[in-house]
């Protein structure tokens, strides 16, 4: 069972019996707030947001029908606990209908109430779980791509990621579009103490300025044109697991003091509302600007940037990650093609300016346009046009590459006794592939 602080409310016009509770809670680690009556119990729910509301039954001025219903209307996801000295069955059934999660008679133990409070703060954690996986799910595409690499650069945030994965502390990832930074927060995500919840996704630049604040925050129905309902935004979405900000330096100058205190203290409220909500969240942040700048520029907060870029993480581009390119070709081509050595050479010669979205989306298209053997007309024009110019020097290259190839899979092949599915087994490739190369190689089987 759960033992998490719990934020309180408890609502009860009997001071001696309100105080011993409240005495009893705050000596448990929960934090309590006491209204006396239903009217400033239902103000209380407009302030700010509660785990549990414990409300007696028979209070002056509202039933306990009546408090239900506003405390229902008002705080749709607070758990309440109904308590009465007249414990009747239809009581019971008509609290339950009107959203009640639990019903006790006084007199009880305290110990049974808190107990109670635990299981209602577990159902409700459970339900807001199932809420956060529909809503990412509505909301966010996982990537399918994984991260690839072998150079020294790349094995150096390997090493950062294990490192910050498990601080739980916000990290700032730069790079230039296109270089991994979502995967990266995947990892990351995966990797922490927040790794069995939905990691949680949005991009700054991907949303008109007016609808940022709404995204991020929630709004309430009514708060602008076309709000028709109410709306949790991602931060609670996200709540005990982790929210992706992709492109943070273009989240507006006018909101950022609102992430900032979401930052500080956990605490925000949604779009139209005064009702002060508190989400526990770590951020993970991605920009393809430089934040000094931007910060030297006016464009961005000085104590924003400080307050995320706690751990900062570098992607490299991919023009800059050497053996790493030839790698990803082969790793993003499969079993499925062969790719011409002329191919080959223009793939490796171009300094994709795109970085590994680019060079994925290249040898997607390419593969879409054969079946077979990717060549250097399957290539878009900008990346077949890098092929290196002396055509001699290439030749000689090309020759080298498929001569010492079919030298390999000879040796294989007699090292196995021409057993093609033992050979295809020690190349790493299916037998399929196997029968492929050596056609193309006019090696014998």
Known sequence: MSNDQLQILFVDDDPDFASACVRWFEKSGH?????????????????????????????????????????RDTSVDTEIIVLTGEGTIENAVESMRRGVFDFL????????????????SEARRLRKENAQLREVIDRSKSPAVQMVGESEKMKKVFRLIDRVAPTGKPVLIQGESGTGKELVAQAIHQNSTRGDRPLVTVNCAALPEQLVESELFGHEKGSFTGATAAKPGLFEVADRS????????????????????????????????EKERRVNVRIIAATNRNLKEEVE????????????????????????????????????????????????????????????????????????????????????????????????????QEGTLMRLQRQHIIEVLQQENGNKSAAARVLGIERRKLYRMMKQHGVDG
């Open 242 to 273: 982790t929210l992706f900000i992709d492109e943070i330096g273009e989240l507006p100058l006018t909101l950022q003091p609102k992430l900032l205190r979401v930052l500080e203290d956990g605490s925000m409220r949604r779009v139209g509302s």
């Open 105 to 120: 008679s006084k007199p009880f133990p305290m110990a049974e109430l808190e107990r109670r409070c635990q299981v209602a």
């Open 31 to 71: 934090t309590v707030v006491h209204a006396a009556s239903g009217q400033d119990g239902i103000s209380e729910s407009q302030k700010r947001d509660f785990d549990i509301a414990i409300l007696d039954w028979n209070l002056p001025g509202l039933s306990g029908l009546e408090l239900v219903q506003r405390m």
């Open 297 to 396: 520029a006016g464009r961005f907060r000085e104590d924003l940037y400080y307050r995320i870029n706690v751990l900062a993480i570098d992607l490299p581009a991919l023009r800059d990650r050497g053996s790493d390119v030839e790698t990803m070709i082969d790793y993003f081509l499969g079993d499925q093609h062969e790719l011409h050595p002329q191919a080959r050479s223009a793939l490796l010669s171009y300094d994709w300016p795109g970085n590994v979205r680019q060079l994925i989306n290249t040898i997607e298209r390419a593969k879409v346009l054969t079946d077979d053997e990717i060549t250097i007309d399957d290539l878009p024009d900008e990346v077949a046009a890098n092929e290196p110019a002396d055509g001699e020097e290439s030749g000689i």
